[in-house]
């Protein structure tokens, strides 16, 4: 019989996996990127509506490539699941390629990234072979096909979102074939369309326009000039932004490191936040009703 901590925890999966579905429907989000439960919970305190976690993120901060053999699929999936805890928010999870090549295998380990808490999570179709990057058409569109399958069977209503990697890896016409490619993920079952990489209005729209009605995330990694609005304007749905947080942590603590290992100094301190403020906002977050 389940606990009354389970039966809690269930309904807020249920709460958040509504919430997430209905996010989907109508105008433009941007679901950042946390690394670790203290900048989930601080997304969250700004408003943010969803979060979503980053496969880089989680193998920098453990000292380690964001590889599949570096990062195996169940220290991946204990890192989903503290970020799902800790957020008060839907999460979606960066699940790579369902860390298995066989459409089989990754219905299996969509079933274990489900039991997660998760209220999304997406599949990609890079290989990580640089011989040949991404998984051949057919066998991608199978793999999605087969991630579907499994969230249906689980009867939880866990969004899937299909990534074309085509853009990343270098695919000549990365955008003809991304549009291909993200078509035959919709045909087979795929709630939200992913092709990471394009930085044009021109590219993204064609994307947008090719799965319509579908709903689209697009990744901003890098400032480009477009904003939001833009964004909204073009037809997107979802905006993520991949490592680029947790990049920028690291550049802080690069720059301070690297001062105090060539210079001797120590001015890089004066631009982080006191101690005092972040004790602070822990401190009453800890307090919030939320965990």
């Not at 509506?49 to 964001?66: K, M, N, Y």
């Not at 853009?167 to 092709?195: C, F, K």
Request: glycine share 8%; proline share 6%.
């Amino acid at each position: 019989m389940p606990t009354a901590s389970e039966d809690q925890d269930s309904i807020r999966q249920r709460e958040y996996r509504t919430a997430f579905r209905e996010l989907h429907e109508k105008g433009c989000f941007v679901i950042p990127n946390p690394w670790d439960a203290g900048s989930a919970r601080y997304l969250q305190h700004l408003g943010f509506p969803a979060l979503a976690t980053t496969s880089s993120g989680a193998a920098f901060s453990l000292g380690r490539p964001d590889e599949d053999r570096a990062v195996p699929r169940d220290v991946m999936l204990a890192h989903i699941a503290e970020i799902a805890g800790a957020a008060g928010v839907p999460v979606n999870a960066d699940f790579k390629s369902g860390y298995a090549r066989e459409p089989a295998a990754v219905a299996a380990n969509v079933r274990r990234c489900i039991k997660t808490g998760v209220a999304g999570l997406s599949i990609e179709d890079s290989t990580e072979d640089p011989e040949a990057p991404l998984f051949e058409f057919t066998l991608a569109v199978k793999r999605i096909r087969a991630a579907r399958e499994a969230i249906d069977k689980s009867r939880t209503g866990v969004l899937l979102t299909a990534r074309a990697e085509c853009y990343l890896v270098g695919t000549p016409e990365p955008l003809a074939e991304a549009i291909r490619r993200l078509q035959a993920y919709s045909e087979a079952g795929a709630d939200v369309l992913y092709a990471p990489g394009p930085r044009t209005k021109e590219d993204i729209r064609a994307i947008v326009e090719a799965v319509h009605p579908k709903p689209v995330n697009a990744l901003m990694i890098a400032g480009t000039g477009l904003k939001v609005s833009d964004f909204a304007e073009i037809g997107v749905r979802r905006i993520s932004v991949g490592s680029a947080l947790a990049r920028c942590a690291w550049g802080g603590f690069l720059r301070a490191a690297r001062e105090i290992a060539t210079q001797g100094t120590f001015d890089a301190f004066n631009d982080a936040p006191a101690a005092a403020e972040l004790n602070e906002f822990f401190r009453k977050d800890a307090n919030s009703d939320i965990l």
